[in-house]
């Protein structure tokens, strides 16, 4: 393996395109045309109405009867109505009225909306079950019965028409944000953030919000259409301002009225209302679509929570974390299903324990259940996971937070994902070393460059100023191990943190965790599949295989002496072990998928050594002596030579 780093080295990979979510929306919707288009209408539209006494040609209410009904003029560019008032004046001036009722409705809407929305989607749990609760009622009261019953009530106050209509309305846009932010909150840098140790509030603002900003910009534009209609409507029926006060809605009401004299008159208010509707559509569609990726936020399934029932097994002397009889269920559109069972290790303070198995095995469930970060559908059946003496499965929420980040960090297997796409290197980490050290920013600065050169980065203050997707994703991985030294962790979790790194650059990363565990005595549990990285990197390995720990030993006895058929299998199809010359073997068949699990050894169905007995029941794991485990019932014979 390589040791060092090539310090001049900026791109060890490519670099990965642009988050759709960094960009401006506005910045996008400009740069279509339909964005433009509609963008530039409708500021013309409010911006002339506002000042609609300096640029309306005519006092909306000063009658001409001899010009009434004249079609457009050079003096009345839209013509004169049955009064002879000036149509193009009232249209300006009845746009402040329209357009303010417009604003008031958004205003409440979005007041109610997006902290509803959000609270129900990040927090989830009771608060969003009440918060469901809540809209479904609300969805299901007329909102119109009880906005004709409030204008009546308020003699025709249309700016409490309209709050109301935005706060009833707010029901449905409630909904689309929980979606979204519940969506957000299964992101992986979400998950880092907390596993980091940011408060919630901090989450919400810094990564949730911004997030949903696509949905909250789509669904207030779609409700500004639709109260406009409305607010025409209830002023077409003369439950607005009261004549001769302009108003759009009134104005088609006289122009309904005299539309055998004059068709014209209906043109320009219907077709000003038509086209500011449509406007109002054609925004939200278009945002609809720059942010379709974020937007399309589903529920997902969630599994019941429920409190693990404890396990038995005393943890090993003195380790730092103690896995006993894990078990995780996940729900799916099929049922229940068990993706691990009783799995147990532990480790020790400073050492590293490799997780290995196929794809599929179970490592990366184990590592997050362990860690409090399993997917919504999954929830932990039953075990422990004593973290210096405290079961981190059984863990409330908020006593979480004091061990996140600073007592335990992760780095995951996609640096870019851990990495919040909206802010700079330097922000992300100041923002951690900050709620780790409560340090100023001066300070927290200077942190931030001590823990870039403790990673070996190369010009940390250049890279601070960079986004994650301008730098590669070696680079991406240091500064995620960067940010998970910030709290100066006990124990880290490394989740195959070189597999999506190329070659030379996993080597570095390796030498790097190594030298870094060194340096700061913290211990590693590193999910991997490959045993040139257990060989070179770990002291334990746990062997799982369909959701069970099949082997459990010291690296030097699983290498000399394997006590499992599959560890035999696996280790034989690691490329270290191929025969010059001869293909890498591979174990014939496959991992058999939750669900489809055996009654009796799981790996029966691939082993060289199975007899009936393996297939009877299930098999316990065998006490080897000296540290080892083996979950088969030849492990014995194995180990003693009798066995093939
Ligand atoms: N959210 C989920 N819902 C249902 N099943 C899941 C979920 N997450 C993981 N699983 C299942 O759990 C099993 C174990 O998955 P896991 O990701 O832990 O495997 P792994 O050993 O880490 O594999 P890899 O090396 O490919 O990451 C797999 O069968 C997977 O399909």
Same mark, same amino acid.
């Given at each position: 393996?390589?040791?060092?780093?090539?310090?001049?080295?900026?791109?060890?990979?490519?670099?990965?395109?642009?988050?759709?979510?960094?960009?401006?929306?506005?910045?996008?919707?400009?740069?279509?045309?339909?964005?433009?288009?509609?963008?530039?209408?409708?500021?013309?539209?409010?911006?002339?109405?506002?000042?609609?006494?300096?640029?309306?040609?005519?006092?909306?209410?000063?009658?001409?009867?001899?010009?009434?009904?004249?079609?457009?003029?050079?003096?009345?560019?839209?013509?004169?109505?049955?009064?002879?008032?000036?149509?193009?004046?009232?249209?300006?001036?009845?746009? %402040?009225?329209?357009?303010?009722?417009?604003l008031e409705g958004v205003v409440a809407h979005v007041?109610?909306?997006?902290?509803?929305?959000?609270?129900?989607?990040?927090?989830?749990?009771?608060?969003?079950?009440?918060?469901? =609760?809540?809209?479904?009622?609300?969805?299901?009261?007329?909102?119109?019965?009880?906005?004709?019953?409030?204008?009546?009530?308020?003699?025709?106050?249309?700016?409490?028409?309209?709050?109301?209509?935005?706060?009833?309305?707010?029901?449905?846009?409630?909904?689309?944000?929980?979606?979204?932010?519940?969506?957000?909150?299964?992101?992986?840098?979400?998950?880092?953030?907390?596993?980091?140790?940011?408060?919630?509030?901090?989450?919400?603002?810094?990564?949730?919000?911004?997030?949903? %900003?696509?949905?909250?910009?789509?669904?207030?534009?779609?409700? @500004?259409?639709?109260?406009?209609?409305?607010?025409?409507?209830?002023?077409?029926?003369?439950?607005?301002?009261?004549?001769?006060?302009?108003?759009?809605?009134?104005?088609?009401?006289?122009?309904?009225?005299?539309?055998?004299?004059?068709?014209?008159?209906?043109?320009?208010?219907?077709?000003?209302?038509?086209?500011?509707?449509?406007?109002?559509?054609?925004?939200?569609?278009?945002?609809r679509d720059i942010t379709a990726q974020s937007s399309?936020?589903?529920?997902?399934?969630?599994?019941?929570?429920? =409190?693990?029932?404890?396990?038995?097994?005393?943890?090993?002397?003195?380790?730092?974390?103690?896995?006993?009889?894990?078990?995780?269920?996940?729900?799916?559109?099929?049922?229940?299903?068990?993706?691990?069972?009783?799995?147990?290790?532990?480790?020790?303070?400073?050492?590293?324990?490799?997780?290995?198995?196929?794809?599929?095995?179970?490592?990366?469930?184990?590592?997050?259940?362990?860690?409090?970060?399993?997917?919504?559908?999954?929830?932990?059946?039953?075990?422990?996971?004593?973290?210096?003496?405290?079961?981190?499965?059984?863990?409330?929420?908020?006593?979480?937070?004091?061990?996140?980040?600073?007592?335990?960090?992760?780095?995951?297997?996609?640096?870019?994902?851990?990495?919040?796409?909206?802010?700079?290197?330097? @922000?992300?980490?100041?923002?951690?070393?900050?709620?780790?050290?409560?340090?100023?920013?001066?300070?927290?600065?200077?942190?931030?460059?001590?823990?870039?050169?403790?990673?070996?980065?190369?010009?940390?203050?250049?890279?601070?100023?960079?986004?994650?997707?301008?730098?590669?994703?070696?680079m991406a991985q240091r500064v995620a191990i960067a940010?998970?030294?910030?709290?100066?962790?006990?124990?880290?979790?490394?989740?195959?943190?070189?597999?999506?790194?190329?070659?030379?650059?996993?080597?570095?990363?390796?030498?790097?965790?190594? =030298?870094?565990?060194?340096?700061?005595?913290?211990?590693?549990?590193?999910?991997?599949?490959?045993?040139?990285?257990?060989?070179?990197?770990?002291? %334990?390995?746990?062997?799982?295989?369909?959701?069970?720990?099949?082997?459990?030993?010291?690296?030097?006895?699983?290498?000399?002496?394997?006590?499992?058929?599959?560890?035999?299998?696996?280790?034989?199809?690691?490329?270290?072990?191929?025969?010059?010359?001869?293909?890498?073997?591979?174990?014939?068949?496959?991992?058999?998928?939750?669900?489809?699990?055996?009654?009796?050894?799981?790996?029966? @169905?691939?082993?060289?050594?199975?007899?009936?007995?393996?297939?009877?029941?299930?098999?316990?794991?065998?006490?080897?002596?000296?540290?080892?485990?083996?979950?088969?019932?030849?492990?014995?014979?194995?180990?003693?030579?009798?066995?093939?």
């Amino acid at each position: 393996m390589t040791a060092g780093v090539d310090t001049t080295q900026t791109h060890d990979g490519p670099a990965a395109p642009a988050d759709p979510a960094r960009q401006s929306i506005v910045r996008s919707l400009l740069r279509t045309p339909r964005g433009l288009l509609t963008v530039g209408f409708l500021v013309v539209l409010f911006v002339a109405s506002l000042l609609a006494p300096v640029v309306a040609p005519h006092d909306p209410l000063h009658q001409e009867l001899k010009h009434a009904l004249e079609g457009p003029s050079g003096q009345y560019w839209l013509g004169t109505d049955g009064l002879g008032r000036d149509v193009l004046s009232r249209l300006l001036y009845g746009g %402040r009225s329209s357009l303010l009722g417009v604003l008031e409705g958004v205003v409440a809407h979005v007041i109610v909306a997006v902290p509803l929305g959000i609270a129900a989607g990040y927090l989830g749990g009771w608060t969003d079950r009440i918060i469901t =609760r809540v809209v479904d009622i609300v969805m299901s009261v007329p909102t119109i019965v009880i906005l004709l019953a409030l204008l009546t009530m308020f003699d025709r106050n249309i700016s409490a028409a309209m709050i109301t209509l935005g706060a009833l309305s707010a029901a449905g846009t409630t909904r689309m944000i929980r979606a979204a932010a519940l969506s957000v909150r299964g992101e992986l840098f979400v998950s880092a953030a907390e596993l980091l140790g940011l408060s919630r509030p901090q989450i919400l603002f810094r990564h949730i919000l911004p997030r949903c %900003r696509g949905v909250i910009i789509v669904q207030v534009s779609l409700f @500004a259409a639709v109260a406009l209609g409305i607010q025409t409507g209830l002023t077409y029926l003369s439950l607005g301002p009261p004549p001769p006060a302009p108003t759009w809605g009134g104005m088609v009401a006289d122009a309904a009225s005299s539309v055998s004299n004059d068709p014209w008159l209906l043109v320009p208010a219907g077709g000003l209302i038509g086209i500011t509707v449509l406007c109002f559509g054609i925004l939200g569609d278009t945002v609809r679509d720059i942010t379709a990726q974020s937007s399309t936020a589903s529920a997902g399934l969630r599994a019941p929570r429920r =409190r693990p029932e404890p396990a038995t097994g005393a943890p090993e002397e003195g380790a730092l974390l103690s896995v006993r009889e894990l078990s995780v269920t996940f729900r799916t559109p099929s049922g229940d299903r068990d993706v691990l069972t009783s799995v147990s290790f532990d480790v020790q303070p400073g050492e590293t324990l490799g997780l290995v198995g196929e794809s599929g095995s179970g490592k990366t469930v184990t590592a997050r259940a362990v860690l409090g970060l399993l997917e919504n559908n999954g929830a932990v059946a039953h075990g422990s996971a004593r973290f210096d003496g405290v079961d981190l499965l059984a863990l409330p929420r908020k006593r979480w937070a004091a061990l996140r980040g600073k007592r335990i960090a992760l780095i995951s297997q996609e640096p870019m994902v851990a990495l919040d796409p909206s802010f700079t290197v330097g @922000a992300q980490l100041r923002e951690v070393v900050r709620a780790h050290d409560h340090s100023g920013r001066a300070e927290a600065h200077e942190r931030v460059l001590e823990l870039l050169r403790l990673v070996e980065l190369p010009d940390p203050e250049e890279i601070v100023k960079q986004y994650p997707f301008q730098i590669s994703g070696g680079m991406a991985q240091r500064v995620a191990i960067a940010l998970a030294l910030a709290g100066r962790p006990d124990l880290l979790v490394a989740d195959e943190p070189t597999t999506a790194l190329d070659v030379t650059v996993q080597a570095e990363i390796l030498d790097l965790l190594r =030298r870094l565990q060194q340096e700061t005595g913290m211990a590693i549990v590193l999910v991997t599949h490959d045993w040139g990285v257990v060989a070179d990197s770990c002291s %334990r390995v746990a062997v799982m295989y369909a959701g069970q720990v099949v082997e459990r030993a010291d690296v030097e006895d699983v290498f000399r002496h394997p006590s499992h058929p599959y560890t035999r299998a696996l280790m034989a199809t690691s490329p270290e072990h191929a025969e010059r010359g001869r293909p890498i073997a591979a174990i014939a068949g496959q991992v058999p998928a939750p669900g489809t699990w055996p009654t009796g050894c799981r790996f029966a @169905a691939r082993c060289p050594l199975m007899t009936e007995a393996c297939r009877r029941e299930p098999v316990a794991m065998v006490d080897l002596g000296e540290g080892r485990d083996s979950r088969c019932l030849m492990a014995t014979s194995i180990l003693e030579g009798t066995s093939a």
